[in-house]
């Protein structure tokens, strides 16, 4: 089973930047980030793949998020730069594991195997 461990979620105010770690079991999967509000369902945010850590993400973070890869121990990052109160969400973390087309990118949650525990983030003055 391959675990995966989300962390670095908070309190933060407007505008502040906030970096979420996605600890994986070792191996090299693509991941996603995933986020869901009160009351709404999952939402795409970002991905990574595991051919040339290519990247994609939703247009209401694009230019504000990144997501990237620690190549030593295979965590993931989510860095949220310029927060709003409208990213308040648990952020969530998913690995595919099956077989993937090289230099596909994946933003459905169907499209992943994996997922970690969620962790809070919480954008308010």
């Known amino acids: 089973q391959v675990q995966l461990v989300e962390s670095g979620g908070g309190l933060v105010q407007p505008g502040m930047p906030l970096r979420l770690s996605c600890a994986t079991s070792?191996?090299?999967?693509?991941v996603g980030w995933f986020r869901q509000a009160p009351g709404n369902g999952r939402e795409f945010v970002a991905a990574?793949?595991?051919?040339?850590?290519?990247?994609y993400y939703a247009d209401s973070v694009k230019g504000r998020f990144a997501i990237s890869r620690d190549n030593a121990d295979n965590t993931v990052y989510l860095r949220m730069n310029s927060l709003k109160p409208e990213d308040t969400a648990v952020y969530y973390c998913?690995?595919?594991?099956?077989?993937?087309?090289?230099?596909?990118?994946?933003?459905?949650?169907?499209?992943?195997?994996?997922w970690g525990q969620g962790t809070q983030v919480t954008v308010s003055s």
């Open positions: 070792g191996r090299r999967y693509p």
């Open positions: 998913a690995a595919r594991d099956r077989p993937s087309f090289l230099g596909d990118i994946y933003i459905d949650s169907s499209d992943y195997d994996y």
């Open positions: 990574i793949n595991n051919y040339e850590d290519s990247t």
